[in-house]
């Protein structure tokens, strides 16, 4: 069997970004995990003892604390200025962009609608700065159960699927007098989803290295799936099953962009063993 | 045979505003023609004396002109001005809008994409306010074709059909970091295509009255056409054809947003004697 790796995938631009300052910041503590990848975040606390704070309470006063490269709420944003001065931000450019899109939109008067997933905390953090007429929906029938206003902003999580929110939006356009869109999918998750696409179509069999609470790593999986039936999501090696590759010519791995290359070469070489 | 007219059809508000200003003002020159129908111009010409320039040439100076429903090139308003002071502006307020947000999209540093006929006054008058960069797309494939900004506005002739500027839409979307969406399609020519759509459902035969460059009448006949194949476009009771009837139980009958009532009911009368 044959092993390809796709021409885009792991580690982002944003995530390299978030990592490079937690190794610069040994002992101090992100608010959530940095980014959604156990592994990554367990080696990270191994080596450099960077922990993670579920919440303020957690935090102790005048503790060095990063910001995750989801974002955080407005409100928790003012709370963790009371409780220490010493914070380094690791939100992602392109999670800053959005937010301050949605502030903005949010005070030109337009109703802000945001394609993404309202438990994620990328989401929570946009929604945060979008007024309180704002909406968040997951798929084209919520937003066709919601009231709109006659101007509104659409804005994308960044690790949606390009066609989903274009979708979307086109029902949006029918609905409203003026419609402004933003594509704020960052070129990452496009190029990944690209390159997957590519690959899908010439592997009989596909794996996606990476977490499984990790937005684009599971939309790197839907998208697979739609070319190649026999796709599997795994954290890491030991969830890899020999039976999922008996008979198969080509074996396509892609990795979400909070997946650290260690791992990807770590199921690359389990893989060869078999 | 049943004969029944689509619930919504016929002279809208900007066609109707025109026709009072005309009949008000005899003796007056239009620059171009008023609307898209002939046989309401012939009328006009032959009650009220109101006569149709080509060109700015043709007007003589001091002249009443009336400016079309369709609007005027910006540089053409502005020779008029040269020309004469007497000038009646009967340009629909649902195509003015358009030319405003043209001009404006223009000074904010977006690229204007108008989905239009680039051949039509409507069309062309809009573009005179959209900058340099500015393009007039009929279809996605002449988009995709297309050089195109960052930021882009997107506006409609207002006589276009919903579906396909949504359409044209999503392919802006995916390819800009930005795009404004102006959904300038009016509500008259909306509404006459939902009603000849629900309208061609239902019948076994469907007629058009309208004028045959007349944009939103030509659109209604595509429309009905895909559910129902026997559909023609006559502009008067002239053009029917007895052969289109036969064995027919329901005949429904549309019109353009230029078409005057007694054209409609002419056409219904000599289907009546069939």
Redesign the interface.
Known sequence: MLIKLATNCGFCFGVKRAIRLAENNPNSVTLGELIHNSKETDRLKNRFAVSIARSIDEIESGKKVIIRTHGIEKKVRERLGEVTNDVIDATCPFVTKPQRIAEQMNQEGYQVVIFGDKTHPEVKGVLSYAGKDAIVVAAADELRRSGLKDRVALISQTTKS?EK???L???L??R????????TICNATFDNQEAARALAKEADVMLIVGGKNSSNTKQLLSIVKEDCSDSYLVEGKDELDRAWFEGKKLCGISAGASTPHWIIEEVKNSLLEF
């Open positions: 390009i929110f274009a979708s939006a086109e029902d356009i029918k409203c007098k003026e419609t402004r869109i933003y594509n």
